[in-house]
């Protein structure tokens, strides 16, 4: 009956003594979302009271984490402080935990400082684990948007030496790009020599080349230019590489005028059939508009009158 909607004046208070069986129902688990939006101090205790029993059940529910997750959204600051102490203990087994992995993310976006450390402590010596999980690796990435940078020096030192291998991994290329993103520059210049020792690898891997782009987009200037060098005299080839390709047009975007005149420059000197080459190809053509759009006048114009002559 509930189901098919025929009671539509149905309220929160007609559910007690019954919340937690409603909250693992699709219907059930949406209806009580939606009142907690705009529920009374009084009915938030009252269903609080009901699920904090069985929150840790709950979290792991594919409907009852949502009313959770509600909980760390609309309650008080007390009932977060409440169900935060419940995730106490078996952080991990939820990170890993494809619904209760979405409550640790939302606990962490609303929780005080000092509760979120307590939470992120407890991945500490299984950082590698999470982040090549496909429920853990967005805590991971959750951690390191939300939580002071001085908190997570455990998961950096967990990356020595692995950064190659991460950047390669599909989920460990966002982890990187997290780190390159959030934390201070301390923590990431060993990442960030550990990339520049692999760059040639990296440009043309699956993965690792949207770590690459990213410095080039995001990343100091120095850092840029290593890796602006590291392209340079190899323009032909990478171009023509479905996954390097994308790497030389934020190369030739994001370098400095000086440097992009010598990468266009590159192409200037090529001989008419490697030219040719390039534009029939189906990744180097973009890299060749690419030129045309951001090189200077006096280049486009040898540019051009190369492609047409």
């Not at 962490?108 to 500490?124: A, G, H, K, T, Y």
């Not at 005149?261 to 060749?288: P, R, S």
């Given at each position: 009956d509930f189901r098919n909607n025929r009671f539509p004046n149905l309220q929160l208070r007609d559910l007690a003594n019954h919340i937690v069986e409603f909250s693992q129902d699709q219907h059930g688990s949406r209806?009580?979302?939606q009142k907690l939006e705009r529920a009374t101090v009084q009915e938030k205790q009252m269903v609080f009271n009901e699920i904090i029993g069985a929150a840790y059940s709950l979290m792991t529910d594919v409907f009852g984490n949502y009313v959770i997750q509600k909980f760390f959204e609309f309650g008080t600051t007390e009932q977060?402080?409440?169900?935060?102490?419940?995730?106490?203990?078996?952080?991990?087994?939820?990170?890993?935990?494809?619904?209760?992995?979405?409550?640790?993310?939302?606990?962490?976006?609303?929780?005080?400082?000092?509760?979120?450390?307590?939470?992120?402590?407890?991945?500490?010596?299984?950082?590698?684990?999470?982040?090549?999980?496909?429920?853990?690796n967005h805590v991971v990435q959750k951690c390191i948007e939300c939580v002071e940078p001085s908190a997570l020096?455990?998961?950096?030192?967990?990356?020595?030496?692995?950064?190659?291998?991460?950047?390669?991994?599909?989920?460990?290329?966002?982890?990187?790009?997290?780190?390159?993103?959030?934390?201070?520059?301390?923590?990431?210049?060993?990442?960030?020599n550990e990339l520049h020792?692999?760059?040639?690898?990296?440009?043309t891997d699956q993965y690792?080349?949207?770590?690459?782009?990213?410095?080039?987009?995001?990343?100091?200037?120095?850092?840029?230019?290593?890796?602006?060098?590291?392209?340079?005299?190899?323009?032909?080839?990478?171009?023509q590489h479905k996954f390097a390709s994308n790497v030389v047009e934020k190369c030739v975007t994001h370098a400095t005028r000086n440097e992009r005149a010598l990468l266009i420059d590159e192409l200037c000197g090529f001989n008419d059939n490697a030219?040719?080459?390039?534009?029939?190809?189906?990744?180097?053509?973009?890299?060749?508009?690419?030129?045309?759009?951001v090189a200077e006048p006096t280049q486009r114009k040898v540019l051009m009158h190369k492609i047409r002559p």
């Amino acid at each position: 009956d509930f189901r098919n909607n025929r009671f539509p004046n149905l309220q929160l208070r007609d559910l007690a003594n019954h919340i937690v069986e409603f909250s693992q129902d699709q219907h059930g688990s949406r209806f009580i979302q939606q009142k907690l939006e705009r529920a009374t101090v009084q009915e938030k205790q009252m269903v609080f009271n009901e699920i904090i029993g069985a929150a840790y059940s709950l979290m792991t529910d594919v409907f009852g984490n949502y009313v959770i997750q509600k909980f760390f959204e609309f309650g008080t600051t007390e009932q977060k402080t409440t169900l935060a102490q419940k995730v106490r203990g078996h952080v991990l087994n939820l990170a890993l935990q494809m619904y209760g992995c979405r409550v640790i993310q939302k606990a962490l976006e609303s929780i005080p400082p000092e509760q979120q450390q307590e939470v992120v402590r407890e991945l500490d010596g299984h950082v590698l684990k999470c982040v090549k999980d496909q429920n853990g690796n967005h805590v991971v990435q959750k951690c390191i948007e939300c939580v002071e940078p001085s908190a997570l020096q455990f998961i950096i030192n967990a990356f020595a030496g692995q950064v190659y291998a991460l950047s390669t991994h599909p989920y460990g290329c966002r982890v990187i790009q997290r780190i390159l993103e959030h934390c201070t520059p301390e923590q990431t210049a060993p990442v960030l020599n550990e990339l520049h020792a692999h760059t040639d690898q990296l440009i043309t891997d699956q993965y690792g080349n949207y770590v690459v782009q990213h410095v080039l987009e995001h990343g100091a200037g120095e850092d840029r230019s290593r890796l602006v060098a590291a392209v340079r005299g190899k323009v032909l080839q990478l171009s023509q590489h479905k996954f390097a390709s994308n790497v030389v047009e934020k190369c030739v975007t994001h370098a400095t005028r000086n440097e992009r005149a010598l990468l266009i420059d590159e192409l200037c000197g090529f001989n008419d059939n490697a030219l040719h080459v390039m534009m029939k190809d189906q990744f180097a053509n973009y890299v060749v508009q690419k030129m045309i759009d951001v090189a200077e006048p006096t280049q486009r114009k040898v540019l051009m009158h190369k492609i047409r002559p």
